[in-house]
């Protein structure tokens, strides 16, 4: 078991940056791979953003691709997601996911592939 806890979100302007931080607790088998989702208003599903394994392999989705840095302190237990020129379509409630397998591949894995979630944090990016 693996408890996650999200922090650093709020609200900014268009063109801002915000970093997120992720503290995990517990089992360390559980975080081979750790991931940022986001859940837009009104969507269903949440989006893959990026992710991070323990080898250090690094999948981002298009749409952060150069706008956002995901990275994690294994002696600290913590996963950050750094947030840069951000842009309204950015809003969301960001989720910190994590599981005890490998991420592989050359994309963020699906919603469906991790176990374990934090409650979320809210980011909302005025135009």
């Known amino acids: 078991q693996v408890q996650l806890a999200e922090s650093g979100g709020g609200s900014v302007e268009a063109g801002g940056s915000l970093r997120l931080s992720c503290v995990t607790s517990?089992?360390?088998?559980?975080?081979?791979?750790m991931a940022w989702f986001r859940q837009a208003p009104g969507k269903e599903r949440r989006e893959g953003v990026a992710?991070?394994?323990?080898?250090?392999?690094?999948n981002y989705a298009d749409s952060v691709k150069g706008r956002f840095t995901i990275s994690r302190d294994k002696a600290e237990n913590t996963l950050f997601l750094q947030m840069n020129s951000l842009k309204a379509e950015d809003t969301a409630v960001y989720y910190c996911?994590?599981?005890?397998?490998?991420?592989?591949?050359?994309?963020?894995?699906?919603?469906?592939?991790?176990?374990?979630w934090g409650q979320g944090t809210q980011v909302n990016v005025s135009s």
């Open positions: 992710s991070i394994g323990q080898s250090g392999i690094i």
């Open positions: 996911a994590s599981d005890r397998s490998s991420c592989g591949g050359n994309s963020v894995r699906p919603f469906n592939f991790f176990a374990y």
């Open positions: 517990g089992s360390r088998t559980s975080t081979a791979c």
